[in-house]
């Protein structure tokens, strides 16, 4: 439940830290704003909270044009949640994510109803306005592009919706473009996050890890190519001065794909995070408390690919980041496909599943142990890939994979905790926890650093970045 006491005092001194955990409807002007809008603030009677974007939609308030809170950045969601979220906005049906998730459409409306307030049509309508609000507010995509990109099946009925939700039409609201399409024929769009953020400390992380002919990581960038449902591109990604947020820069073949490459980058720079919460919690204990101190911006990286990371942690197994990348960089430049053309120089996109299912490996340099590793992983994750979005817990998910020869625990929750964002999973067996962990040259065992992980819950992979920039670099 919203405190209207501590919402009117966010949004009065205009909080940074509260952007995205609640929105402010207007009664007198119908228009709804984040709590940090700069307009004058108006009078408290004339106020209604509401705890989110969805929620003030679909209460008939429009969105507001200086504060933009189409933009603003998301709050962090149970697992499940963001399971069952992200598999609507993919466009499966309701019917299909029912059979996913084995829920019935009860049991799936009662989740929606009580983490957003709005059944799952209801949530997905609201969602498709307002990424289409942003788009035209921000972009200058065409029309056309923007309509399939926010999910509408058709001109018209993307016309229809938009007149009847804005009381104008999408031309109307595009009026006044921002200039900000390149002359690469890309489109640029902010990715809002509330403080505190260490964009150079993440960039540091994916430059130690960055594949030549794929990434680029420079001192404010980070620039690769990439392929969505069959259409190639390239994005990049750099910080706004004076601003809390991103820009992301896109290029794609097919601009109807653009949301999905929003909601990567998100959870790939870890942007939805609210590290008050994580700090409160983590930081009561004593292995917490300093790095925090020290590194109050640091947040979990993500991946750009789940297929990518999952060959990538299991290259990974037993050797330095180094040698792991080495490995990655020879798999791409032998089996990639050619990227788009672009600006940077990039010139492969990371092989897919199919492109990987029937290779050798020969002269890269792995034993045959870890080909047959490699082998065991694409069977399984040609017939059983959907069981990464849609798994209970980590330990569930950790039962099941172990099951597939050469995959341990620590790959398991390596994969889990980067490649699927998976606040708790928790690789205990990794050599920098267990050097973060050791007192008096006195090794934990690993029942001993899962016990004490326990406290650590949900958040046990933030513990586990937080333990590794612990050591001495």
């Known amino acids: 439940m919203l405190n209207n006491v501590i919402c009117q005092q966010a949004r009065l001194s205009k909080d940074n830290r509260f952007d995205g955990k609640f929105f402010t409807a207007v009664l007198t002007t119908g228009i709804f704003c984040r709590p940090i809008c700069p307009a004058r603030a108006p009078k408290e009677e004339n106020v209604r909270y509401y705890k989110n974007a969805l929620l003030a939609q679909d209460a008939g308030f429009r969105p507001c044009k200086r504060c933009l809170p189409e933009l603003a950045p998301q709050i962090q969601s149970p697992l499940l949640i963001k399971q069952l979220s992200q598999a609507l906005e993919l466009g499966e049906s309701l019917t299909e994510v029912c059979e996913k998730f084995q ?33 035209l507010k921000t972009t200058q995509l065409s029309i056309t592009d923007i309509a399939f990109a926010a999910g509408f099946k058709s001109i018209r009925r993307f016309n229809e919706v938009i007149k009847l939700a804005y009381q104008c039409t999408p031309s109307e609201i595009k009026q006044q473009p921002r200039a900000n399409l390149t002359t690469h024929n890309s489109v640029s769009v902010e990715l809002a996050y509330r403080p505190p953020f260490d964009w150079p400390l993440m960039l540091s992380f994916f430059r130690l890890r960055q594949l030549t002919s794929i990434e680029q990581v420079g001192d404010n960038y980070y620039r690769r190519t990439m392929e969505v449902n069959g259409s190639k591109g390239w994005f990049e990604v750099s910080a706004i001065k004076h601003k809390l947020a991103l820009k992301l820069t896109v290029q794609l073949e097919d601009y109807r794909y653009l949301n999905q490459v929003i909601m990567r980058v998100r959870r790939m720079f870890d942007l939805d995070a609210d590290m008050q919460v994580i700090h409160h919690h983590l930081g009561q204990y004593s292995p917490f408390k300093e790095v925090i101190k020290q590194y109050p911006g640091l947040r979990l990286p993500g991946c750009w690919d789940k297929f990518e990371f999952s060959i990538r942690a299991i290259l990974g197994q037993q050797i330095s980041v180094k040698a792991a990348t080495t490995l990655a960089n020879r798999i791409s430049l032998k089996y990639g496909k050619k990227s788009l053309p672009n600006p940077f120089g990039l010139a492969h996109i990371f092989p897919n599943k199919n492109e990987l299912a029937n290779v050798n490996y020969h002269n890269i340099g792995l034993t045959k142990s870890r080909v047959s590793t490699l082998n065991n992983w694409l069977e399984f994750y040609l017939k059983h890939s959907a069981l990464l979005s849609c798994y209970n817990n980590i330990e569930s998910l950790e039962k099941r994979l172990i099951a597939i020869k050469g995959i341990g625990p620590w790959t398991v929750n390596y ?59």
């Open 415 to 473: 994969l889990a905790m980067r490649g699927l964002s998976d606040p708790d999973a928790f690789p205990s067996a990794d050599l920098g926890i267990i050097k973060a962990l050791t007192t008096s040259d006195k090794k934990p065992s690993n029942k001993d650093i899962l016990a004490l992980s326990e406290k650590w819950r949900p958040w046990r992979a933030y513990a586990a970045i937080y333990l590794s920039h612990s050591l001495p670099h």
């Open 103 to 135: 829920l019935n459409e009860r049991q799936l409306r009662r989740i929606f109803v009580r983490h957003y307030g709005l059944p799952p049509s209801k949530y997905l309508h609201n969602q498709k306005l307002l990424l289409a609000s942003k788009l």
